[in-house]
C-alpha cells in the first residue's frame, strides 16, 4: 500500500486532468496520497478535493511561504477546523520555516510554526514540516514543544547529521525526487543512513519533478521512479521496501485507512 505522501493535487495545474492523473497514480499501484495545505486560502479547496476522489487524505497548516503577518490571527480558524474534525483529516501542515523564499521575519515564522505544533498536540495529529535553511531553529522548537504524534520533514535535503538530529526528536523523513540526481550526493549519503522505517515516499507534485523530468509537472505516478532510486541506495529489493514504507505511512498517519 504506497502512498504519495505528499502532493497538491488541489493545485491549478491540475484542473483539467485531476482524474486522469489520480488515474495514472493508481494504475501505478499507488493505493492513495495525502494533499497538505499552504494556507486558509485552499483548506476548502484540499477538503472538497479529498471528497470527490476515493483515497486522498489531507492536512491543515498556514506554509511559511505563503504566510503573512496576519497568519497568527487566523491560528483560531485553524483551530475550529481541527475541532470539527473533519473526514480524511491526517495532519496539521504544511508547516515550517523557510530561510530564502518566506516574506515572513524568521521570528515571527517561529511562533507561527510553534503555535501549530501545539495545536498538532492538542488534537494527537502528527506535523507536517517544510523546511528550508533553518534547521537549527527547527530543532529548538521541537525541544520545546515536543510532538505528542509524530511529524515528517518533507522533501528531506541535508546531510546524515541533520537527518539524525530529526530521527532523535521523533521525525520521519519524506523522500521525493531529490535523491534522484547524482548530484545531491549529501542527501543520498544521508538516506543510505537513515533506518528504512523512518522513511516515507512523497513527490511533492506538481513541484520537484525527478531526474529526466526537470521543467515539467511532476505527478504522483512518479512516486515510483523514486522508489526505484531508494531500492537502488539501499540494495533492497522493492517488495521489501514498498511493505516497510506502507507500515510507515500507517504508523503515522494512523488515519488513513
Ligand atoms: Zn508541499
Known amino acids: 500500500m504506497l502512498i504519495d505522501s505528499h502532493c497538491h493535487l488541489d493545485f491549478p495545474q491540475f484542473d483539467g486532468d485531476r482524474a486522469e492523473v489520480l488515474g495514472r497514480a493508481y494504475q501505478a499501484g499507488i493505493h492513495g496520497a495525502i494533499i497538505p495545505s499552504v494556507g486558509p486560502e ?4 484540499v477538503i472538497d478535493t479529498c471528497r470527490q476522489h476515493p483515497r486522498l487524505w489531507f492536512a491543515l497548516g498556514f506554509h511559511p511561504c505563503f504566510a503573512s503577518s496576519d497568519s497568527v490571527g487566523q491560528l483560531n480558524r485553524l483551530q475550529s477546523l481541527l475541532d470539527a474534525n473533519p473526514r480524511n483529516l491526517v495532519a496539521v501542515g504544511e508547516c515550517g520555516l523557510d530561510g530564502v523564499a518566506s516574506a515572513l521575519p524568521m521570528d515571527q515564522q517561529q511562533r507561527l510554526c510553534l503555535e501549530q505544533m501545539a495545536l498538532a498536540n492538542r488534537f494527537r495529529l502528527p506535523v507536517i514540516f517544510h523546511i528550508r535553511k533553518a534547521h537549527h531553529h ?4 521541537l525541544d520545546r514543544e515536543p510532538l505528542k504524534a509524530g511529524g515528517v520533514v518533507h522533501g528531506f535535503s541535508g546531510s546524515l547529521e541533520v ?25 543520498r549519503a544521508a538516506i ?12 511533492d507534485s506538481p513541484d520537484m519533478p ?17 522508489l526505484q532510486e531508494l531500492c537502488h541506495l539501499l540494495d533492497l529489493s522493492s517488495v521489501a521496501v514498498v511493505k516497510k514504507l506502507s507500515e510507515n505511512h500507517v504508523r503515522l498517519f494512523t488515519r488513513i485507512s
Request: hydrophobic letters at 35%.
Open 42 to 45: 485552499n483548506w476548502a479547496r
Open 138 to 141: 527547527l530543532f529548538s522548537l
Open 163 to 187: 537527518a539524525r538530529e530529526y530521527l532523535r526528536r521523533g521525525l520521519y523523513l519524506g523522500v521525493g525526487g531529490v535523491i534522484t540526481y547524482q548530484r545531491a550526493s549529501k542527501t
Open 192 to 203: 543510505q543512513g537513515v533506518p528504512l522505517e523512518r522513511l516515507l515516499l512523497e513527490t
Open 210 to 226: 525527478p531526474c529526466g523530468y526537470q521543467g515539467l509537472r511532476n505527478e504522483p505516478a512518479r512516486c515510483l521512479l523514486v
